[in-house]
């Protein structure tokens, strides 16, 4: 069991990490990364077959952190949707991407 | 005292410091809100430092004068039994001080700032102690999750203090980019440690330690984790090629928010880069040294020469951090004892000349965000010698002249780097840093030689009595430590010998 869900998990880690290098939308991105951080709690848990109950402790920091994460990167967004009324980050010109 | 972390409460002890700057950040956080505060922003003239809206500058700092205390107070301590996930050792408590005092000139040379664009000081002071609190978490850690946790702490509140300034778009897009980048890097950082998890069977440093000395070879697991781990981390301290970040970040965000980020978020980072990589992976030296080998030179060389182009005073900083970022990774490759003391003392003398140029590059932008390209600061020298003294003795130490403690921090890098025999790589450090020495000079050129434009150009350039003070101690410490530097690198010497106990043999290294 434990080969296929990290394959699994590998492959929803690069999905996220393409999305977040090919899209604009800086709300679209963010759910790239959080998709990331599913990937690894995916992995972590896989693990936690082989070596015990540890990978699955630390999925919950995973999960708590995200949130906290999500909470100031949503307000983050919509201060920035404030200044621009868009959340594309192409349309951002003052400072460099 | 004595510490046995089998019982529950000395983990209290062991982390006095961490939670006496998130209760005290929760107490700035109520003062900010109770509303006397709030209203007093009447636009009086004179030095607000010690009005109303300054009260809560001083209540940080006295948290940070009573969590430096709890510091001092841990070095009385020792731990006596099974090893714990949190260390007391001199490399944690060293590596407090540098967050402390990082902080404590972040408060003091942000008073005149927030006044003058009216942000809110309670959250803005009390996201500082959290960050703080994150920061001492990731150099206290021996265990990866608390590495994780602090890492976590330590960006999200920087994550908002870089779009503090909510009127400001600037600030607004550096917030989000750091964001995104960060939480980024987080996902690389994360699954690094699921896959070392994944590999050795434990999040403990030491007990990762162990398990790779028991391979014959480090599997493939192991070296995409190494890779991951390094590539989260590379973020962190912005090394080339993940330092995109890096200008736009520092530009937008406020300037005493980058002058703090520039320092302390780059010395938590490197700290826990430190002990994860020759504590934790010490027996996979071989795996990692070609990656650090090519991160450092690269990193040095890109920087620097990206670095000569800028107009803007505060992207050329950026650049000169990402710059310093590659002197420290140096260390880092070298992995040795005295690589690793020159380290900490690289990282105290960089945070308080860092924290000091952007202190005065405040000052000429009068205290917000107007003047920051290098023009403007045409014959600024002579309209205020004062602190146009101090950013030349900045910018000469960043630069790494003699007499000064960017010097002997180079030096002592050096000498860690010699001790490895990384020769190519100390070669391309010396040369880099000659590199440097022209858009350093550059800036202290156009402030002395140059005519200013107009007669009172500088005339508005204002600089309050904690800034002055902050100034002095950041003047005094590094021309201090340029001209008897024996103190501090004996303390930082003494302070990283507890690391190879714990773990696994780093100061033995098979180089």
């Known amino acids: ?97 | 005292m004595e510490l046995d972390f089998s019982q529950q409460i000395h983990y209290v002890w062991a982390l006095l410091p961490e939670i006496v700057l998130c209760v005290w950040g929760m107490i700035v956080l109520i003062a900010g809100v109770s509303g006397k505060h709030q209203d007093a922003d009447d636009g009086a003239a004179g030095d607000p430092s010690f009005g109303p809206k300054s009260d809560l500058g001083w209540l940080t700092l006295l948290g940070i004068l009573l969590a430096a205390g709890a510091n001092g107070w841990l070095y009385g301590v020792n731990e006596v039994g099974d090893s714990s996930m949190i260390a007391v050792d001199g490399f944690r408590l060293f590596a407090n001080w540098i967050f402390l005092l990082a902080a404590a000139l972040t408060v003091l040379i942000s008073f005149v700032y927030i006044y003058r664009l009216r942000l809110q000081a309670g959250e803005f002071y009390a996201l500082i102690l959290f960050a703080t609190a994150g920061m001492m978490f990731m150099a206290g850690a021996r265990d990866l999750i608390v590495i994780f946790l602090g890492l976590e702490v330590m960006s999200i509140a920087v994550y908002a203090l870089a779009a503090f300034n909510r009127r400001d778009r600037k600030s607004a897009e550096a917030g989000l980019k750091y964001f995104l980048l960060g939480a980024f890097s987080t996902g690389f950082f994360l699954y690094g440690i699921a896959l070392v998890y994944g590999a050795t069977g434990s999040t403990n440093i030491a007990a990762i330690n162990t398990s790779v000395a028991s391979m014959a070879a480090s599997p493939g697991l192991l070296v995409v984790a190494i890779a991951l781990l390094a590539i989260g981390f590379g973020f962190k301290v912005s090394a080339v090629p993940f330092h995109m970040w890096t200008p736009d970040v520092y530009e937008g965000a406020p300037t005493p928010v980058t002058a703090w980020m520039s320092a302390a978020v780059k010395a938590a980072a490197f700290v826990a880069f430190f002990r994860v990589f020759l504590v934790g992976f010490d027996a996979a030296y071989d795996t990692w040294f070609p990656i650090m080998w090519w991160l450092a030179a690269i990193t040095m060389v890109t920087a620097n020469l990206i670095a000569l182009v800028q107009t803007n005073v505060k992207r050329m900083l950026a650049y000169s951090s990402i710059a310093h970022a590659g002197y420290l990774l140096v260390a880092l490759t070298a992995a040795n004892e005295n690589a690793a003391a020159g380290m900490l003392f690289y990282l105290l003398i960089y945070t308080l000349m860092n924290i000091g140029a952007f202190a005065v590059v405040m000052s000429v932008a009068h205290q917000a965000e107007e003047r920051l390209y290098i023009d403007d600061y045409a014959g600024f020298g002579w309209a205020q010698p004062g602190i146009g003294l101090f950013l030349t003795i900045f910018l000469l130490s960043l630069a790494g002249f003699p007499g000064t403690g960017g010097f002997m921090g180079k030096i002592y890098l050096l000498q860690g780097a010699a001790d490895s025999e990384l020769w190519v790589l100390s070669v391309i450090l010396v040369l880099s840093t000659v590199a440097s020495y022209w858009y350093y000079l550059r800036v202290a050129w156009v402030m002395w030689m140059k005519e200013p434009t107009s007669k009172d150009q500088h005339s508005l350039v204002v600089v309050p009595l904690p800034m002055c003070l902050a100034l002095i101690v950041c003047v005094g410490l590094i021309i201090y430590t340029g001209i008897f530097p024996g103190a501090a690198i004996d303390f930082a010497r003494s302070s990283v010998q507890g690391l190879g106990s714990l773990g696994g043999g780093m100061l033995g290294l098979g180089l």
């Open chain 1, 1 to 97: 069991m434990i080969t296929p869900a990290l394959v699994l998990s590998a492959v929803l880690f690069v999905i996220g990490t393409l999305g977040v290098l090919v899209r604009r939308n800086a709300i679209i991105m963010f759910l790239c990364i959080e998709l990331q951080l599913n990937a690894v709690n995916l992995a972590f848990v896989a693990f936690s077959r082989l070596h015990g109950i540890e990978g699955q402790i630390f999925v919950f920091f995973v999960m708590t952190v995200a949130a906290a994460e999500a909470a100031v990167g949503l307000a983050i967004i919509i201060s920035i949707f404030r200044h621009y009324e868009t959340v594309n980050v192409d349309n951002f010109k003052l400072l460099r991407w």
